[in-house]
Every structure is written in C-alpha cells, then in structure tokens.
C-alpha cells in the first residue's frame, strides 16, 4: 500500500509545471488551511477527512462522525490579523436520502479581522490635518453541510479476501462576506463538493473534493472569483498492534485560477489512542514546507490539536483547536438501511460511556485478513482507531 501512495505523489510531481500568468482570486481567507490536526498533517486530508474540519477539505467526511464535535479553532502568526473558526458536526437520527445510513450534518463559522491602517490627512498646504487608525477589513464565511454513504460493494477477492468497499458523498453550501477598509463590501455563494471511498479491511481511503465552486465577490465594478479548488488523496492506516496506529496520506491540490498545482504528504502517529505526533511537507508552495503538530485525548471527550508550520517569508504559523466530543452513535446503528414503512424503524442504541468508544472517528486499523460472516458484510464503517 505505502508503494501504491509513493507511486501516486510522483505522479501527480511529474505533472506539475509552473504556470504562465496564474489569476487572482478573492477571499484569500478561503486558502487558509483550517484544523490543527489537519495541518500538523501537511493538509493531506482529503482521503483522512473524520471530523469538523472536513468541510474544508472533504465535506463527504462528515459521514464518518460517530458523535457530535463542537471544535474551536485559534490562529496566530499571520502578522496583525486575527482568525477564529467555530465548527459543529455530528450524526443525523435517520438513514439518509438513499437509505444506506451515515447521514450527518455539519456546520462552521469563519471569521477574520485584518488589523489597522493608518490613513492621514492634509491640509492644501501639505501640513497634517488628522490621523486617525481604521480597520482594514475582514472576512466572514458561513457554512453547511450534508453526507451520507450512497453506497456499500462486497469485493470477493477468491482465497478468503474479502472487503468491503464504502461510498461516501458530502455537499456543502457556503455564504462568504468580506469588507474593506470600512468601506467597501462584497458577498457571493458557494458551494463545495466530496466523494469518499473506504476499504476497512484493507486500511485504504481515497477521496475527491471541488471546493469553493461560485461567484465571484464584486466590490465596485470588477470581480474577483473565489479560490476555486479541485483536491484528490489517498491514505493508509497500519496498526502495529492494539495501541499503536499509524496513518501515512498524501493529496494533489490545483488551484483552478491560479494554474497552480501543489502535492502534500503526511503521516500521523497515535499511542493508546491518547497521544498523537504528526508531521508533513507541502510541496511546490512559496511559503510553506514543513508543517508537525501533536495530539492529546482526555478520556475520547475533551481534545487539543496543535500544529506549527513553517514559512520562509512570513512568520511561522501555530494554530491550536479544542474539541468536545458527545453523544456518540454506535456504527451498527449508524449503519443501518432503511426499512420499509410497515416495519417498525429500530430505536438507537446510544453509547454511554464515550471512554470505551473510539476518542476520534477513524477505521480500525486492518486486522489479519479473515472471511467475515455474510451478514458483517453490510455492517459498514466503523469509528476509524484515532
């Protein structure tokens, strides 16, 4: 499998070229890389995509959510501005629009204030009138989203191998306002799009998004399009054995506009499911390469992300994320289809004690490969060893 990721990054290398007069685009705030755990990761989460975050990076990632997740995100080093990030996602009680469970909701606000500008006056004979300090902007982006599984294929390799293979799809819809200099104001819609396919048997996900697909934000006359992105990844998780878990990904990530093509790697490390390394690289990106962070969870409810990331000429980046997690749903349950209407839905079977759940919705970790029981095979995906 690890062969199978390295084959795909210099791929998508080799394809790479500089772009010839690349556009620009409008609410940069959109390129902002959002979750700590994410970006500790080297932002390869597209295919790793199992909690709040994925709405920027894979919105069918919400379908991976066994419990509900409030996350709060805090970033610093971009000069004198000021970011934070509200997130919410969680399972949704009903089997989805196509009846093959894991529907869920999710839901974020986004907002940035871009510091203070001095503006001075004069007097016609070139003398200071006044001076006084306003605010140069910001930016607010609001949005929802929805996923589900579309989908479960039993693939029967022969010999005894046989795996499940799930499809996830997500959509999100976004509302982005952005002002400047307390004087001009722009506001458009958007929309975001992701598709995931995961063997838990085999430890292997891959996932597709277009993001940031819209208008453009118009402040006077011209407009400026929004960072159109198109983001494709793959990932792989080894357990090394019951308290040892490690997850390598890798992403392509184009910018449409921009004519820029940029390749991301990543690995993750988690011991007994409460402490978690993690490092990345971004490659064929100005100002920023390595990125490393850790992990901490306090009993599968309370957890923090941090994440630092280098860049060559801005100021380094750290971003911290606090996360609380409630109300988990059992993957059985999540799992379920729908059933016809003269039946009787069956009722949830709620976790109570989170401790003894997965702390964060990732696969399992593949097993020795074993022949499950006809009627595992539709049990889906469970809460991904995190």
């Known amino acids: 499998m690890n062969s199978a990721l390295l084959a795909a990054v210099l791929l998508c290398a080799g394809a790479a070229r500089a772009a010839q007069n690349p556009g620009s685009t409008g609410a940069p705030i959109l390129q902002l890389p959002l979750g700590s755990r994410a970006l500790g990761m080297g932002t390869a989460f597209t295919a790793v995509a199992s909690d709040v975050s994925a709405l920027f990076y894979n919105p069918a990632g919400l379908s991976r959510l066994n419990a509900h997740e409030a996350a709060f995100t805090y970033i610093s080093g971009l000069a004198d501005n000021a970011v934070q990030h509200l997130a919410y996602g969680g399972p ?11 529907s869920s909701l999710g839901a974020s606000v986004l907002m940035s204030q871009n510091g203070t500008i001095e503006v001075n006056r004069t007097n016609a004979d070139g003398s200071l009138a006044s001076s006084e300090n306003i605010s140069a902007g910001g930016d607010f982006v609001g949005t929802l989203g929805y996923a589900e599984r579309v989908g479960m294929t039993p693939l029967d390799l022969g010999e005894g191998k046989t795996y499940g293979v799930n499809h996830f799809l997500g959509v999100s819809g976004k509302y982005v306002r952005s002002t400047l200099v307390q004087t001009y104001t722009a506001q458009t819609f958007a929309a975001d799009f992701g598709y995931l396919v995961n063997s838990p048997e085999a430890g292997v996900t891959f996932g597709l998004a277009a993001l940031n697909v819209g208008g453009k934000l118009r402040y006077v006359e011209a407009g400026d399009p929004l960072p159109t992105t198109l983001r494709a990844g793959a990932a792989y998780q080894q357990g090394i054995s019951s308290e040892h878990a490690m997850t390598f990904a890798a992403d392509s990530e184009y910018l449409v506009n921009e004519q820029q093509l940029r390749i991301n790697s990543g690995m993750e490390y988690f011991w007994q499911r409460t402490y978690g390394l993690r490092v990345g690289y971004q490659f064929l990106q100005d100002n920023s390469g390595l990125t490393m962070g850790f992990g901490l969870r306090w009993h599968g409810r309370l957890m923090l992300d941090y994440a630092w990331a280098m860049s060559r000429n801005l100021n380094d980046s750290h971003r911290f994320t606090l996360t609380y997690r409630f109300g988990g749903v059992a993957p059985s349950v999540r799992a379920r289809n729908r059933q016809p209407f003269i039946e009787r839905a069956p009722e949830h079977e709620p976790i109570e004690n989170l401790d003894e759940q997965t702390p964060q919705t990732y696969e ?16 889906g995906v469970p809460g991904w060893i995190y």
């Open 92 to 102: 949704l009680p009903f089997t989805g629009l196509t009846g093959s469970g894991y």
């Open 364 to 379: 399992p970790a593949p097993r020795p490969r074993a022949t499950p029981r006809p009627e595992q095979r539709t049990q």
